[in-house]
Nanobody
């Protein structure tokens, strides 16, 4: 089992940036990794995912504002978020795809 811990969340004004980090307790080299988010009263939705070969996919609502990356030597996954909007406010989760391994989530709030 791999434990995932997110960091880097917080509050930011619209148009600002945040970089989320996900630290894994073990090797993630052979796994696709993803970031999901859940806003109050809404279902959890996938934001972005990255394959073991660094192929990436983004939800339509990202519109080129976010970038997912990974550093398998450090067992880390990142989500760089730019041009943040109030509707990006949510709890963001790191997930090892095709497994039940999820992080505990971290709050991102975009507000003026």
């Amino acid at each position: 089992q791999v434990h995932l811990v997110e960091s880097g969340g917080g509050s930011v004004q619209p148009g600002g940036s945040l970089r989320l980090s996900c630290a894994a307790s073990g090797s993630i080299r052979n796994y696709a990794m993803a970031w999901h988010r859940q806003a109050p009263g809404k279902e959890r939705e996938r934001v972005a995912n990255i394959s073991p070969s660094d192929s990436t996919h983004y939800a339509d609502f990202v519109e080129g504002r976010f970038a997912i990356s990974r550093d398998d030597a450090k067992n880390m996954v990142y989500l760089q978020m730019n041009s943040l909007r109030p509707e990006d406010t949510a709890v963001y989760y790191c997930h090892t795809m095709s497994t039940p391994w999820w992080g505990q989530g971290i709050q991102v709030t975009v507000s003026s």
